[in-house]
């Protein structure tokens, strides 16, 4: 094999490509990138570019965590000042600063009940710290045959081996590895929309929990769900919340794509008035400048462990848990949330996305528009037909994300209302000129 070659900002991005094809393994891809793939070398705003100097809007935030855009200078200097002064400390033995902040700035957010945060470094280390939390509670509380984890159809909960059990249909397990314990039930009806009572698809999870119950530790939920931004209903939400205390079960709310602002609220749950006990986040927490994930609990769930010191209390970090960096870098970018305003522009830029993408509901091919603040799918017959409408909407500087079926629009909280337009002028044509497959 000869040497990695040196001075890659210097060439193009067809170069780049090539390099790339010979060392990188891409996650969630092929193991091959395609002549399509922009390396990013650069990015502003809502904008990046690529090695050739080809501008693209980014509709999709990077991978819907780069949430205050590109090249925020108050988070950009808040993470340098900490470097110099402290990269990080453990938080094994130790503690450091932004860490103690940004768990507290957290309960101000999630509260009144959600107050104890443990951090981690991803969406699915915060999702997996949840299962292991829900099982440790019932278990050091003497239930220890509560160890059953339930979520919905079609739910993404992340990478690692619990939260890939409990993402059934998106992000499958080999069966000789998948761990044991992991239940799905079939979700909410979401074409109710959010106003409507309570549906038919609760009754999937009353009738789980009334033969399964006493050996359940948890029932997991994402607000809107990532795979195609299907909202669920409030209502839904506020039966499962119900439903989880008549059954002593615990709540975990995966708000690791809806957190810190991107549906119009701080938190998507607060529009069904409920709390969870256990809530994971992460993406936008540190809009993408730093890698950081959370666990947020209420006293309850954190005292009976501190009860029962004798048992070990919870057995689990990382060495990067509370890492002080990415803590600041947390700080800021809830600051700058606040500061600037943003979730009224969230609000705001959603409801002209929607109302800019109405028109596709009519197209035959076209099985839903929906979302909620930015955070919005059309969802079409085919994901042939949804790749042909991301290369075409790419080709002409707009980069959306595919996600089956559907195009998933998750655009930086700070765009505005001449950029929500233009993703809508690319976007629009593209899904109407799928009528035609091409590729
Ligand atoms: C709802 C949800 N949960 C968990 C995860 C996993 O997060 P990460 O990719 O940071 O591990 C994701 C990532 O897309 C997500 O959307």
Not at 206 to 230: C, F, K, M, N, Y
Request: glycine share 10%; proline share 5%.
């Amino acid at each position: 094999m000869t040497a990695p070659p040196t001075g890659l900002i210097a060439q193009s991005q067809a170069d780049l490509l090539a390099v790339d094809a010979t060392y990188l393994w891409h996650p969630w891809s092929p193991s091959r990138v395609s002549p399509d793939t922009v390396v990013a070398t650069s990015g502003a705003g809502c904008e990046v570019f690529d090695a050739d100097g080809r501008r693209y809007l980014d509709a999709k935030s990077s991978g819907l965590n780069a949430a205050l855009g590109y090249g925020c200078q108050p988070v950009i200097d808040a993470i340098s000042a900490q470097l110099s002064r402290l990269m990080t400390y453990d938080m094994g033995e130790g503690s450091n600063l932004p860490a103690i902040e940004l768990a507290q700035r957290i309960a101000g957010l999630a509260g009144p009940r959600l107050s104890r945060t443990f951090f981690c470094n991803s969406g699915s280390e915060a999702v997996e710290a949840c299962i292991r939390i829900a099982r440790f509670y019932h278990a050091v509380l003497g239930a220890t045959e509560r160890t059953a984890i339930v979520s919905l159809e079609n739910a993404y909960h992340g990478a690692t081996m619990g939260a890939a059990a409990c993402s059934a249909g998106s992000s499958p397990v080999a069966p000789e590895v998948a761990p044991t314990g992991f239940v799905t039930v079939p979700g909410p009806d979401y074409a109710a929309g959010s106003g409507s009572g309570d549906d038919a698809g609760i009754e999937h999870l009353r009738a789980h929990l009334d033969e399964h119950g006493p050996r359940t530790a948890a029932v997991i939920v994402e607000p809107v769900q990532a795979r195609g931004a299907r909202v669920v209903p409030d209502a839904y939400l506020r039966a499962v919340r119900r439903l989880c205390d008549e059954h002593a079960v615990l709540l975990v709310l995966d708000e690791v794509t809806t957190g810190f602002g991107r549906t119009g609220r701080m938190f998507a749950h607060q529009y069904a008035d409920i709390q969870p006990d256990l809530l994971a986040t992460s993406k936008g927490l540190t809009g993408g400048y730093m890698s950081l994930g959370a666990a947020t609990t209420t006293p309850e769930v954190f005292d009976a462990f501190d009860r029962h010191r004798g048992l070990a209390g919870f057995v689990h970090g990382h060495t990067h848990s509370g890492h002080a960096s990415a803590c600041a870098a947390g700080l800021a970018v809830l600051g700058y949330i606040e500061n600037a305003n943003l979730i009224a522009n969230v609000r705001a830029r959603g409801a002209q996305l929607l109302g800019r993408l109405a028109e596709l509901r009519d197209v035959p091919y076209v099985r839903g528009v929906r979302g909620r603040g930015l955070f919005v799918a059309v969802e079409l017959d085919s994901s042939r037909r949804a790749g042909q409408v991301r290369r075409q909407s790419k080709d002409e500087g707009v980069l959306v994300r595919r996600t089956g079926a559907s195009i998933v629009l998750a655009p930086p909280l700070i765009i505005t209302a001449a950029e929500i337009d233009r993703i809508a002028d690319v976007l629009v044509p593209a899904v109407l000129a799928g009528a035609e497959l091409s590729y």
